[in-house]
């Protein structure tokens, strides 16, 4: 955070399953973030936003503009929640939360990401939902 003021921000929108939706999303939420985080802490939001949306619209909806994904995030205070879900059937998360990608792999890091860069990861049981805690 910037200063010590407290400034809190809340975004709710649902896109169609594109990847140019989740750009046209980025210049609003960029604009936003801005304001209210230094460059480190903007780095890390939007790492953490921008994989959260790209697996639900590649892995979930197979980037079909018909199905939506529903995105939530509110930041109060030092703290950052982002809420992903997708209209897809969901993944077996369990099994890929430890699993890493090979040096040569071109995809397959985002739960890396996750765990990396967020303090909380969570996935409801179908696996086609996901909220993330970053504190800052």
């Known amino acids: 955070m910037t200063g010590n003021a ?8 649902a896109l169609p399953a594109t990847l ?10 960029r ?10 802490n903007c780095f890390a939001a939007e790492l953490l936003l921008r ?19 529903r995105c939530f995030l509110r930041l109060r205070g030092r703290t950052l929640l982002i809420a992903i879900a997708d209209e897809g059937n969901g993944f ?21 990401i996750l765990n990396t860069y967020a303090d909380w990861v969570r996935f409801n049981k179908s696996g086609n939902l996901v909220t993330i805690i970053k504190r800052f």
């Not at 604009?31 to 480190?40: F, N, T």
């Open 6 to 13: 407290r400034i809190d921000c809340e975004l709710r929108t």
């Open 20 to 29: 140019e939706a989740i750009e046209e999303f980025f210049v609003e939420f």
């Open 31 to 40: 604009r936003r973030s801005r304001l209210m985080l230094d460059r480190v």
């Open 51 to 69: 994989e959260a949306l790209t697996n639900a619209v590649v892995h979930g909806c197979n980037t079909d503009p018909g199905k939506q994904v």
């Open 92 to 112: 077996d998360w369990r099994a890929k939360r430890e699993k890493t990608a090979e040096e040569e792999d071109c995809s397959g890091r985002g739960m890396e």
